[in-house]
C-alpha cells in the first residue's frame, strides 16, 4: 500500500468482525477484535454446529482461530501442520481459490483445492490428505444421510483442457468410508461457461445449488437431473 489512509483503513479493518442479517438484509459490525493471521483476500470460514463455533483459516491454511458467536470473541487455536498443498499459487497463499464444505458426520473440515482433497480436524488442529480426482476446479459440497447413496462429497468440475469455447461439466462423488471416487452417472452437462463454479447442498429440497458466472442451476442428486434455472 503506498496510500497510508488506505493501509490504516485495512489494519483497522482487517481485525473488525460483521455479521449479516438475512431478516433487515444489512451488515452489522460485531465488538470483537480479530485474532487470527488474516489475509487480504481469500480467507476461509465455517461454522462448526456442534459447538457453535465459527473457525477460521487463512489463504495459506494458517491462523487458526475459533468465534464464538453468543459471547461475540475470538480464540487463537493451535494448529499442528500445513495443509497438504506443494506449493503455492499463481496468487501467493496455498490455498487461493480452494472452496470448502463441513462434513457433519465427521465433524471436519474439508477442502477441495484444484484436484487435491483434504480435511482439517477441527480438534486436533491437523491437515489430511485424501484421494485426489483428475478434474479441475474446486467446488464441493457434503450430502448428509445414512442411506447408501448419502454421506458424500460431490464436486462438479471438468477434465476439459481447451476452456475457450465451454466445457462439459462432470459430477463426481467421494466416499469418506471407504475413501473411493466414482462418477454420478447422467449428470455430465454442457456449459458454455468455464470457470470456477460454486456448489451447496440445501437439505430441505436435497438439490445441490450451483453458481458460475450470473448462471443459476440445480442438481437433485438423487433424481440425476440438471436443470438451468436462469
Known amino acids: 500500500f503506498e496510500d497510508t489512509m488506505a493501509l490504516d483503513a485495512f489494519n483497522v479493518s482487517k481485525r473488525s468482525v460483521w455479521h449479516y442479517s438475512i431478516v433487515d438484509q444489512s451488515w452489522h459490525a460485531e465488538e470483537s477484535d480479530f485474532v487470527g493471521n488474516m489475509s487480504l483476500y481469500e480467507n476461509h470460514l465455517v461454522y462448526w454446529p456442534e459447538q457453535d463455533r465459527f473457525l477460521y483459516l487463512n489463504y495459506n491454511g494458517q491462523g487458526y482461530a475459533w468465534y464464538d458467536p453468543e459471547s461475540r470473541t475470538w480464540e487463537a487455536k493451535a494448529q499442528v501442520n ?24 465427521r465433524q471436519r473440515w474439508v477442502f477441495r483445492n484444484g484436484n487435491e482433497l483434504f480435511y482439517f480436524d477441527p480438534t486436533t488442529g491437523r491437515f489430511e490428505d485424501l484421494p485426489n480426482v483428475d478434474l479441475r476446479f474446486s467446488a464441493i459440497t457434503y450430502i448428509p444421510g445414512e442411506t447408501a447413496e448419502q454421506d458424500r462429497y460431490l464436486i462438479v468440475g471438468t477434465d476439459d483442457q481447451d476452456t475457450s469455447d465451454g466445457c462439459l461439466f462432470t ?60
Open 82 to 105: 500445513d495443509a497438504p498443498i506443494e506449493g503455492a499459487t499463481p496468487y501467493g497463499g496455498k490455498m487461493y481459490n480452494a472452496r470448502s464444505a463441513w462434513d457433519s458426520q
Open 171 to 230: 459430477t463426481m462423488v467421494f466416499d469418506p468410508i471407504a475413501e473411493i471416487w466414482s462418477e454420478v452417472s447422467g449428470s455430465a452437462f454442457d456449459s458454455e461457461y468455464c470457470g470456477q463454479p460454486q456448489i451447496a447442498f440445501d437439505a430441505s429440497t436435497g438439490n445441490v445449488g450451483m453458481y458460475l458466472r450470473r448462471r443459476n442451476w440445480q442438481f437433485n442428486y438423487m433424481t440425476l437431473l440438471y436443470r438451468t434455472d436462469n
